[in-house]
């Protein structure tokens, strides 16, 4: 029997991935704010803050969190072949994919089966966005894009 084909989105070195190990974070009790006390009995103090390299952060998440997730937002680097005081956005464009598709599987796995991701992007990279997207998570998942001008 052959396997089915499935439309998909390549690029060089889409089969040249980092090996992530399991990662552990640690509190930065310095740098970490907690309330003093819950004010009601529905107050949640689930929530984190976390510094440092985000692909590395959404691996120690996982262990703890996958399927667990209830909405993510993100906000990539447009790809606008700029460069900024903090950080370069001109990324030949098959990196830039790279690391998206990398990040992508990772919050694929820490959503709930009702979860929500968002996506902050502009439209240089939107299309491809799109199509990678469609690619991890399923053309079937994708509930809208809006638009702001």
């Not at 903090?86 to 820490?110: N, P």
């Not at 991890?136 to 994708?142: A, D, K, S, Y």
Request: charged residues 30%; glycine residues 6%.
């Amino acid at each position: 029997m052959a396997t089915p084909q499935k439309l998909e989105l390549t690029w060089i070195g889409k089969d040249q991935r980092p090996r992530l190990e399991p990662r552990i974070l640690l509190e930065d009790t310095k740098r970490s704010y907690h309330a003093r006390q819950r004010v009601t009995d529905k107050d949640l103090f689930d929530n984190r803050l976390i510094k440092g390299d985000n692909l590395l952060a959404l691996k120690a998440l996982e262990a703890e969190f996958a399927g667990k997730v209830k909405c993510i937002y993100i906000d990539p680097p447009f790809n606008t072949q700029q460069a900024f005081d903090h950080y370069d956005d001109g990324l030949e464009h098959s990196i830039w994919l790279g690391l998206l598709r990398d990040r992508l599987e990772i919050i694929y796995r820490l959503l709930a089966s009702e979860g929500t991701l968002f996506i902050h992007i502009d439209d240089n990279e939107l299309g491809y966005l799109i199509s990678l997207a469609d690619e991890v998570f399923g053309r079937n998942n994708r509930i809208s894009i809006i638009v702001t001008v």
